[in-house]
């Protein structure tokens, strides 16, 4: 009984040593979260400073500087939900305002991008344009230097035919103007005319064939006339084309320029559409903003009323170490009130009454386990000396020494479960018997007064052994005791002597 006692106790202290381990490093990780909580609360705090929402992270940061300050134990339950909806609102109201104006620059563009096609379109109709003016200019110079050599043949064959006559100015007499034109159908008629008149006053062949031969050229230069007037001709319609292409080209710039005006007007209507719902929206969450201060106002007077009357119940905490504004403070002057402060100092609080708490609990968790042992020892000692029998009295002619043997009353027990009526029969039958007190000796023998019983096998049916156990820590040899109750057997004994 005693060995299962102390190896129930060294495996109790095993598991304190694990728990001990276990809590040793839940605090170590605890300490490494707060160590990287708070590197997290300083790169929220940089990325809210930096965009002008410290009111709406004003929550968040304040339950981060708590849970970062609470110690080991502490209890620092927050309301995620509560810490939580200022940012998140704030964040989607952030993210309709760009996709609002993501849309408007999208507009924009489409809109840049449509005015660009119609500016290179016109572009590429005024560059055709020019190409074909100068084609124009071309042809006109080509016809102006045919008309100028024909002009100039005929005034070099009018010196050697001075017969023909002079030829009307008006006919080979050039404009200044590039558009003005030699009229080659008058010219043709004027030489036929003079090539008649010529024949009809000189009727010789080697006059025919030289007027011949003049009318030949100057059919030739007709048609070279005739000719370059086709190609100026062609020239004009190229141009009169370019023109009709130019035309239509400005015209469909014009078009498209007023349905990109349009387009830029509504898109500039939509956008400052889309300004003015913002700033109804804007002006809507400020009067929002302005009654939920003034409810916050009021419920902070209220809440300070309450936390006034909840300090004044507090059994554990001092009413020092929780301030609180006055409850006669202006409801004006509240607004200056920092809850997250207010919490702080309430959880440092709490936390130096736990530490305390906790000591005192400690101290008398140690007072009644102290308790308990010593209830625990004494119901054991009565416990032990309830069951164990009482040393029955030595008759005054006996005389023994330890040396001699044990008894046997000291070497065994009742079975468990052995009914104490039962159990008291049995002891009182082995009391008159004489083998209750009789001495078992090392080597095996039972010694009753001046006998000695050596047990030479054991007994048919029931037994000692069946009703009697030897001891956990017997002072001799277990198996001896055993076979010296087997071979006692119950109504009569089987002894060899």
Not at 83 to 107: E, F, N, Y
Not at 476 to 488: C, G, H, K, N, Y
């Amino acid at each position: 009984m005693a060995a299962a006692a102390a190896g129930r106790a060294e495996t109790a202290e095993a598991d304190a040593d694990e728990a001990g381990r276990k809590a040793d490093h839940s605090s170590s990780a605890a300490r490494a979260a707060q160590q990287h909580l708070t590197g997290l609360a300083g790169d929220l705090r940089a990325g809210v400073t930096d965009l002008g929402a410290e009111a709406a992270f004003e929550h968040l940061l304040a339950a981060s500087a708590v849970l970062t300050a609470a110690r080991s134990g502490a209890d620092t339950a927050l309301d995620t939900q509560r810490l939580c909806s200022h940012p998140l609102s704030w964040t989607d109201d952030r993210i309709r305002q760009i996709q609002s104006v993501d849309r408007a620059l999208g507009k924009h563009q489409h809109t840049q991008s449509a005015e660009s096609d119609a500016a290179a379109e016109r572009r590429s109709a005024e560059d055709q344009e020019d190409i074909r003016r100068e084609a124009a200019r071309g042809a006109s110079v080509r016809r102006r230097e045919a008309e100028e050599v024909l002009a100039a043949r005929l005034e070099a064959w009018q010196e050697d035919a001075p017969q023909l006559g002079p030829v009307a100015a008006d006919l080979i007499t050039l404009g200044e103007d590039a558009t003005d034109r030699m009229d080659t159908s008058r010219l043709t008629d004027w030489l036929a005319c003079a090539a008649t008149a010529t024949r009809s006053r000189i009727d010789l062949a080697g006059h025919q064939l030289t007027a011949a031969t003049d009318a030949a050229l100057a059919r030739a230069e007709a048609r070279r006339a005739e000719e370059a007037h086709a190609e100026h001709t062609a020239a004009q319609d190229a141009t009169a084309q370019a023109a009709a292409a130019y035309e239509t080209a400005q015209q469909r710039a014009d078009d498209e320029n007023k349905a990109d005006e349009r387009r830029r007007a509504d898109a500039h209507h939509a956008h400052q559409q889309t300004q003015n719902d913002a700033q109804a929206e804007l002006d809507a969450l400020d009067r929002a903003r302005n009654d939920a201060e003034s409810a916050a106002v009021r419920e902070t007077a209220e809440w300070v009323g309450e936390i006034h009357s909840w300090r004044s119940r507090l059994t554990h905490l001092a009413a020092t170490d929780i301030p609180l504004p006055a409850s006669s403070t202006p409801t004006a002057q509240l607004e200056t009130l920092q809850p997250a402060n207010l919490e702080l100092t309430v959880a440092r609080a709490h936390t130096r009454a736990t530490v305390r708490l906790q000591r005192q609990a400690d101290a008398a968790g140690r007072q009644v386990e102290a308790a308990t042992e010593q209830v625990a020892a004494v119901q054991s000692d009565l416990e032990q000396s309830r069951r164990a029998a009482p040393t029955p009295p030595a008759p005054a002619w006996r005389t023994r020494s330890p040396k001699d043997g044990v008894p046997l009353w000291a070497l065994v027990d009742f079975i468990p479960g052995l009914p104490a009526q039962e159990a008291d029969r049995l002891e009182g039958a082995l009391l008159v018997a004489g083998l209750l007190d009789a001495l078992v000796t090392s080597d095996g023998r039972l010694v009753g007064g001046d006998l000695t019983f050596t047990a030479a096998a054991p007994a048919p049916g029931r037994t000692l052994a069946d009703l009697l156990v030897v001891e956990t820590d017997p002072a001799l040899d277990a198996d001896r005791v055993r076979a010296v109750l087997a071979a006692i057997a119950l109504g009569r004994v089987r002894w060899v002597l």
